[in-house]
């Protein structure tokens, strides 16, 4: 395809190419290759970039996993945060501004809030940077470097989270108020308790279950998320560079991020499971 | 069916979602009368802000941006509603004949189900397209194949509870065949959560084709909303609004089709109905 791309491969060049890379073998064998090389993670060679997928996967993961576990704690601590407040003051305007907060923000395209926020907070108003992780040519340390990549953190994560936030509010409202119709929240009122202490001490651990969970399931979104979010801020993680190898059809690169996705969506899951018995003791990892 | 839509009736927020969604479906129905000819077409002087000539102006290449509003509206509701049914009517199947049959059969088709879902979506979105090519067609195979293991999940559930009940025995007692009592018995009896979750899902497969046109990945000779944002893009410094504009379509399209889902659910479900 490169060579294609050059416009300067005869055919029995071609066919020599494809000779020394196993394409003229069947499909079958070249997917039982394929898996074989995954096994031993083995995820090929990108020309494109003249270096080994996994060499320039590793590269780029730092960014994408700084992006999203400041999203996963921001969009998780905040969602928790505005359920409960939701919940707490159930049918008040509270509730109402809250609710419909997260009704919009779930209905709202990642990729255009990104734009939209980057017009008011950075051409408008001119308080963070557009694009990036880090400024270019500054070369900062210390204190300094660590400021900088925040700074450019900010717009990004922002915007990846304001979606998933709205996922968790309301996932929260909705299971903090199936608990409070339970029989113990009734034996704890009967008992005196004040409702601070039993939205704190009883309910909220039994509603976490939920969110917990569907902050596992949504990993895999996240990902997807990133790709766009990556590509609208410029930020050099695994999205973007699922996006330039998505144009430059380098496909090698784009099946190992996908695969790795895959990988990744699997451990979070299996860390989930761990956090469970963490918040029900009654659940054993079995 | 009349004390259904008393209930939907009732809830304000799904009335307004559906007067919304109904203003949407008018543009996207009468779009080529009221812009005839191809939304691509050069319509006057580029870059000229809303609320002159042309309502809601021109893009980088003199394009107007009502026009390729309204007709992407058809593309975001034909994919939307398109991807759903293809995605609804395979989930039932599999859902159906897992929760039906239960035992090896449940276990493999389930298998197979969370294979599809452990995979990102958007990701497999993307890369389904990749390989597919940028067409009509792919985009809404790629948006059918992430979508579907919910409804699967769904449907089985709903079998699974359904199949030990009365007049599934009954059937079975009678001697129906198998396919009979699934579709002309079970289905229609689990219709209802199927709907909601069909409603939603067509929120959500827009907001993915939206991304997709967003990041040119769809047939680039189709107007849809996100390549109306991705196009502006490049001019977001001296034209903001030719951003913001498709963007407010598709997140008031995308609202308005999740309040009347969220209304359906509480009118076809009254016993959820929070207190």
Redo the contacts between chains.
């Keep these: 395809m490169l060579a294609g791309e050059a416009g300067s491969a005869t055919p029995e060049y071609m066919a020599q190419l494809r000779a020394k890379f196993g394409l003229d073998r069947p499909l079958w064998l070249q997917l039982a290759a394929y898996a074989k090389n995954i096994l031993v993670l083995d995820l090929g060679y990108s020309f494109r970039h003249d270096q080994p997928v996994l060499t320039l996967i590793l590269h780029r993961l730092g960014p994408t996993l700084l992006l999203m576990t400041t999203t996963l704690v921001v969009s998780v601590g905040l969602g928790v945060a505005l359920g409960l407040l939701a919940a707490t003051g159930l049918n008040s305007w509270r509730d109402t501004l809250i609710s419909i907060f997260a ?2 923000s ?7 809030l990104g ?2 926020l ?2 008011l907070f950075s ?1 408008r108003l001119g308080w963070l940077p557009t694009s990036g992780m880090e400024t270019i040519g500054a070369f900062t340390q210390g204190w300094a470097r660590v400021v900088d990549v925040g700074r450019h953190l900010i717009l990004p994560a922002g915007t990846l989270s304001l979606f998933y936030m709205a996922l968790y509010t309301r996932l929260m409202r909705a299971s903090l ?1 199936e608990q409070a ?1 339970m029989d113990y929240v009734t034996t704890a009122r009967a008992k005196g308790l004040s409702e601070r202490h039993i939205v704190f001490a009883h309910t909220l651990r039994n509603a976490l279950l939920p969110v917990v969970t569907m902050a596992g399931v949504q ?3 996240l ?3 990133s ?2 979010v990556e ?2 801020f410029g930020w050099p993680g695994l999205g973007l560079l ?2 330039q190898s ?1 144009f430059a059809r380098d ?1 090698n690169l ?2 190992g ?2 695969f790795l ?2 990988c990744t ?2 451990a979070v899951n299996l860390a989930v499971d761990v956090i469970y018995t963490l918040l029900d003791p009654r659940i054993e990892v079995g | 069916m009349a004390a259904f839509f008393r209930r939907f009736r009732r809830n304000r927020a799904a009335v307004l979602g559906l007067m919304l969604l109904a203003t949407v479906t008018c543009v996207a129905l009468t779009a080529p009368w009221l812009y005839p000819g191809s939304p691509f077409r050069l319509a006057g002087q580029p870059l000229s802000p809303p609320l002159g000539t042309f309502p809601l102006g021109t893009d980088t290449l003199g394009r107007d941006v009502a026009a390729g509003v309204a007709h992407g509206a058809r593309t975001s509701l034909l994919i939307g509603l398109l991807a759903t049914a293809i995605a609804v009517a395979a989930g039932s199947v599999f859902g159906g004949f897992a929760g039906f049959y239960g035992g090896a059969v449940d276990d493999l088709l389930m298998r197979v189900t969370e294979f599809f879902q ?10 389904l397209v ?1 390989v597919l090519g940028s067409s009509l067609k792919s985009t809404v195979i790629a948006i059918t194949v992430v979508s579907w293991p919910a409804v699967a999940r769904l449907v089985r559930g709903e079998f699974l509870a359904m199949r030990r009940r009365e007049f599934v025995q009954a059937c079975v007692g009678l001697g129906m065949r198998d396919a009979r009592i699934i579709f002309r018995h079970i289905l229609p009896n689990c219709l209802a959560p199927i709907i909601v979750l069909g409603s939603l899902m067509v ?1 959500t497969a827009i ?1 993915i084709e ?2 997709l046109s ?2 040119g ?1 769809t047939d680039p000779n189709v107007m849809s909303w ?1 390549f109306q ?2 196009a502006g ?1 490049g001019v ?2 001296a034209a ?1 609004w030719l ?2 504009i ?2 407010v379509a ?2 008031l399209t ?2 308005a089709i ?2 009347v889902g969220e209304g359906l659910n509480d009118a076809l479900n009254p016993r959820l109905r ?2």
């Design positions: 009704l919009v779930y209905a709202t395209p990642l990729f255009w734009l939209m980057i017009v051409i108020l119709g990993t895999g979104g990902l997807g998320g790709v766009i590509t609208v699922a996006f998505l496909l784009l099946l991020i996908f996705s895959a969506v699997i | 452990t995979i990102p979506s958007f990701l497999f979105a993307i890369v990749a929120a907001l939206s991304g967003f990041l990945l996100g944002v991705g893009r977001l410094r903001w951003c913001a498709p963007g598709i997140l995308v609202l999740n309040l929070r207190g």
